[in-house]
């Protein structure tokens, strides 16, 4: 039955053409987006994301695959509603506004198409390799480290006229808009932000992947049957 299963899993490969495709991609990305934007704008949750789930296909990884399916499949699946009304002219919160923004180079936005279709891409990797259960406090530990990082050392909106693409208000540590909340004191707000996204994001989206799908190998388990 050991054997069985272990065959079983280590069936469950990804495809050489998705490794390949996915890494062409990071490699035409990653240059563009340093010219137009800055190495900043890659502490954004969905451009680690991006990276993290290059490395989990080539390491073929649960983990790697698990956490930013925990962090980002419901943001983003709010960024692929929006950019959907935005595209029939009903915008639904704006925030794929910059996707028709003209002033932004053609290729920059279709290369940031990937924020439709990276959650697909997510749930898929994660059906192949199995749902690893550490992601939900793992992804949770790298957030809050991000949120810290993004409000402690980078800057806050708006951007500056010399520079308006330059990354300001990262991962929204200082609000929603293009000014700082003024709801609450700030760093209150930072804490509220640090609570609320695992209860509200990270914990529901866990709970969901955990249900759906079968649960990856324990690396115990592997290290006793190897």
């Known amino acids: 039955m050991k054997t069985s299963s272990r065959s079983e899993d280590k069936g469950h490969r990804i495809p050489l053409w998705v490794k390949l495709g996915l890494t062409a991609f990071v490699a035409v990305l990653v240059p563009n987006y340093w010219r137009d934007y800055g190495p900043t704008n890659f502490l954004y949750y969905c451009d680690v994301s991006l990276l993290m789930t290059l490395a989990a296909v080539w390491l073929e990884s649960p983990l790697l695959a698990s956490m930013p399916a925990v962090g980002i499949l419901l943001p983003q699946t709010l960024w692929m509603m929006d950019f959907l009304c935005q595209s029939a002219g009903v915008p639904l919160t704006g925030m794929t506004a910059y996707m028709f923004d003209p002033k932004l180079p053609l290729l920059t936005r279709a290369l940031s198409f990937f924020h439709f279709w990276l959650p697909l891409l997510l749930v898929w990797l994660v059906w192949r390799l199995g749902y690893d ?94």
């Open 133 to 226: 259960r550490r992601a939900l406090p793992a992804w949770t530990g790298l957030a809050w480290g991000l949120i810290l990082v993004c409000y402690f050392l980078m800057p806050a909106p708006p951007a500056p006229i010399t520079h308006p693409n330059q990354p300001v208000n990262i991962n929204y540590v200082y609000g929603f808009s293009d000014h700082p909340q003024t709801w609450m004191p700030q760093p209150l707000f930072v804490a509220v932000m640090m609570a609320a996204m695992p209860l509200l994001l990270f914990i529901p989206t866990h709970l969901l992947l955990r249900k759906m799908f079968r649960p990856a190998p324990s690396p115990l388990r592997e290290t006793v049957c190897g």
